[in-house]
Each structure stands twice: as C-alpha cells, then as structure tokens.
C-alpha cells in the first residue's frame, strides 16, 4: 500500500459516530440487543454454525470460511463483537461474559432453541468457550483457530503497558490506530496481493469512535486477563464438546507454545499442527483449513 493511502486511511480512523444513519448505509443487518445493537450477516439453510471472529478484526475475517460453509449446506451466522466493526460502542468493560452475552442474545435472538456449531478465532476462543461455560448444552461442536485464552501465555511487554490504568489509556489513544491498521494484514504470509485490500476493510469499520477504547478495554479485561480466560476452556474439556483445534507454528499473535498447554486442559480435542502459518490463516490459508475443518464437521 502506497503511503498516501495509508496515511489517509489513519486520517479517517475514529472520525464518525455509528448512528442509525451510518448504519443504514452499511452492509449486512443490524439487530437492538440488551447488550447493545450487533452487525450481522445470516444465510444458508441447513445445520447452523456461528462464526465469532477475534480481537480487532470484525466478521470479514471470515469471508472466505463463511462463503465456503454456506455452499456446503450449512445456515452460517457471523457478527461483529461489541466495539468492533460496525456494532455497538458500549461504555463498559470489554470481558469474556459481556461477549457471551453477546454471543445468547443474538442465538436466542436468530436460532431460538436450535443448537449450533460454534468457530472462534483467536478471541475468540475465549468468547466461545466462555460461552460454553456461561451457557451450557446449546454446543454441538467447536472450532478453535489460533484461540487466545490459555494461562500459559505470556504476554509481551506493549500488552502490559497499553493496560496500565491511566498509562494505557494515553498511549493507546496516541498509537493504537496506526499499530492496529498497520498490523492487522502483518501475518498474512501466503496471500500478498490481498493485504491491501484487508486493510481497507479493517480501516473502513475503524473510521468510528470508541474502536480504540473497545480494543484497548479487551486486552486488559480478556486478551491478558488469562486466569478468568481459561475457565472457558476447563468448562468445554469438562461438557465433552467435540473441539478441533488449529494452530499455526508461526504465529506471532499468539505464539504456538501455548497449544501444550491447550492439549493439557482439553485432551480430547483434535489439534492440528499448521507447519509455518501465521495467525490468520483462515483467510491466508482458507482452502487448507477448510480441508481439516469440513471433514470434522462431518463426523
């Protein structure tokens, strides 16, 4: 990406409020929860999955997956998490059980009674597990990509300060947009010519205020906060929820030492090693994690 571009798409960063009138000229569909009002995306017929994407990312992390899913027969349902992409800004703490929240009240809300097959990418793995924790018995199977969550991680040095209480909030208000937009293509290893445009669309839903304190509020309350994170997980090993798990070797967002830890509290689980693959590989790599997810979906 050329520079200019660049700068002009951190010019834009937080300059809009998400109003009813920006909604409205916005893709997918929106829906008022008690949590707040959620951007989603709905189609398909047939068994349903939920997609529930990661850290900053919203739910186009999963275009490539979701297309894919929903041509195999399956009703898919991605949505953005509170504070990212284009759902709400809510003026609280960012926690694993306001996501879960989140995550009951659209269910409940589009699928009623129906049980479901549960992905979470990163963050969400501590979203979808704690979920599971939070709400029992609604989880047919679940699909871990690169989860973040285990108390084996060991967060680095930028995680701790931006957290610091009063610290944090200055410095990630002066670099978290240029640090986030930057980033978010940084692990993309095997399709080049797509990093662009990924970080016009992630540019695009961080045109709107409160992005920042919602990213920033998630990785003191959920990213590092791993002692409540895990919780999450000992309540999937314990329920018996069928888990694939997948990981790439190196991915520098959350490193691959910590799937030991992963095979310690889920032993059961399906782990499937990705020589090489960084942290987004389900839209770096989405033909070859879609040829070790479908098979288990079939089962």
Known sequence: MEKSELKELLKKCEKLELTDEERAKCYGSFIDLPCGNTHYQMEGDG????????????????????????????????????????????????????????????????????????????????????????????????????????????????????????????????????????RCAGEMIYSPDEKDDFMRKFAFCARYKGFIESTRSSLKNTIINTKEDVKGYFAAAEQKIPTLCIWGTVDKTMPYYQAERFREILPDAKLVTFENSGHIFLYDEAEKTLEVVLPFLDE
Do not use: N, W
């Open 47 to 182: 068994e349903a999955v939920v997609l529930v994407h990661g850290y900053a990312t919203p739910y186009f992390i999963y275009d490539k997956i979701y297309e894919a899913l929903i041509a195999k027969g399956y009703k898919v349902l991605r949505y953005d998490l509170l504070g990212r992409g284009l759902s709400e800004r809510v003026k609280k703490d960012y926690t694993p059980d306001i996501f879960a929240q989140q995550l009951k009240e659209l269910t409940d809300a589009l699928l009623g009674d129906e049980k479901f097959i549960l992905f979470g990418t990163s963050m969400g793995g501590t979203v979808t597990t704690s979920y599971c924790r939070l709400f029992p018995g609604k989880v047919k199977k679940l699909v871990l990509l690169a989860p973040a969550g285990m108390d084996s991680f060991k967060p680095p040095f930028y995680m701790k300060l931006c957290s610091a209480p009063v610290l944090g909030k200055i410095l990630f208000k002066i670099i978290g947009k240029s640090v986030l937009v930057k």
